[in-house]
């Protein structure tokens, strides 16, 4: 994607330097063999200076570069690497979406990263609570992204995911002053630039601090997993589909144990689990009957077991049997059940 060699041309550019400012910034910025990386405070302490005139050696070797006659030969390098911003992110990426479109070997993206500071076709924002680091090229650009992911994010609810289409919809509409720049590929590293907007593994989108988007542990695991099927699972089988989506080794035990305490789940057979969310109402059988009655008044028997059967996935026996129990239901002279006082 890139003519250059980035290792061979920041040889170069350190070249320029008195031997300190270049040690400092070779040690800044992992740009030895090992590719280690060091803090102002360890670097000063080895030559016996604060970390604040460490700074200034950076903040010198830098500046002497972008005057140098070695920086003026290689600029069309960095021309180069602007107009990979523009073409990868409409003129707006995030930093690590950029080098990770670049390379994904550790020590060349140090040399790549040292470049960029150095470059001065392009721009840095810092990272902050909303977004990561980024580089951009024209500042309108950045701010619309901005204040739209912003929008994006404030319109999703806490725990909910959406598809990829829809995020991409919603973020759409949200750039309405950037119409003829909507290249479903930008959009999406536009995305990565937002900390409070995320992706699960599974492709779907929601706030990044949701349990449905940074996925820690068999409970969320399994969450995706009973979502993605759509309908009531077996513990059991809830642990193989983890398994199969994830690559994650879930023990049926552990699973089980997990549903049974996370109150996103809600046990409406044997070892079959549905999600609250959708309508089921917690409790045995007996806790179903009651809150049928409570909500909607005395029903024939067929009525209830038609209700009860839509909350759990139980024998029609089994609906009759707990109706016998004269302690919280009682038989109407028409035939009807109804709450006992």
């Not at 951009?136 to 995911?161: G, M, W």
């Not at 690559?247 to 409406?268: M, Y």
């Amino acid at each position: 994607m890139i003519s250059f060699k980035p290792k061979q041309i920041t040889k170069i550019l350190l070249d320029v330097l008195p031997e300190r400012a270049r040690d400092v910034l070779e040690k800044r910025y992992g740009l030895r063999a090992d590719g280690e990386t060091f803090t102002l405070e360890s670097i000063g302490q080895s030559y016996g200076i604060t970390r604040e005139r460490v700074r200034q050696i950076e903040n010198y070797g830098i500046q002497s570069i972008q005057k140098s006659e070695e920086y003026k030969k290689q600029y069309d390098l960095f021309i180069e690497l602007q107009k990979l911003i523009d073409q990868l992110g409409g003129g707006l990426i995030a930093e690590h979406v950029l080098l990770d479109e670049l390379s994904n070997d550790s020590i060349v993206r140090n040399h790549l990263y040292f470049l960029l500071v150095v470059g001065d076709p392009f721009y840095k924002s810092k990272e902050n609570p909303q977004y990561a680091h980024r580089w951009f090229t024209e500042r309108k650009v950045s701010d619309i992204v901005e204040k739209a992911l912003q929008k994006v994010h404030k319109d999703l609810k806490r725990d909910e995911l959406v598809s990829e289409s829809e995020i991409l919809n919603r973020f759409r509409n949200e750039l309405i002053e950037m119409a003829d720049n909507q290249d479903e590929e930008v959009l999406k590293r536009w995305l990565k630039i937002s900390k409070n907007i995320g992706c699960n593994p599974l492709g779907d989108w929601g706030p990044a601090d949701s349990p449905n988007i940074r996925v820690k542990g068999i409970r969320d695991y399994a969450y995706l997993a009973v979502k993605r099927h759509g309908s009531p699972m077996h513990f059991r089988e809830v642990a193989e589909t983890i398994d199969e989506l994830f690559g994650h080794k879930a023990h049926i035990a552990t699973t089980h144990n997990e549903l049974i305490k996370d109150p996103r789940f809600v046990l409406v057979g044997r070892g079959l689990y549905a999600l609250t969310e959708w309508g089921y109402t917690a409790g045995v059988v007996k806790d179903v009957l009651r809150e049928i009655l409570n909500q909607e008044g005395p029903l024939s028997r067929e009525e209830l077991i038609d209700k009860v059967r839509k909350e759990r996935y139980v024998k029609d026996n089994t609906i009759l049997v707990n109706l016998q129990d004269g302690n919280f239901f009682r038989k109407l002279s028409n035939g009807t059940y109804t709450l006992t006082e």
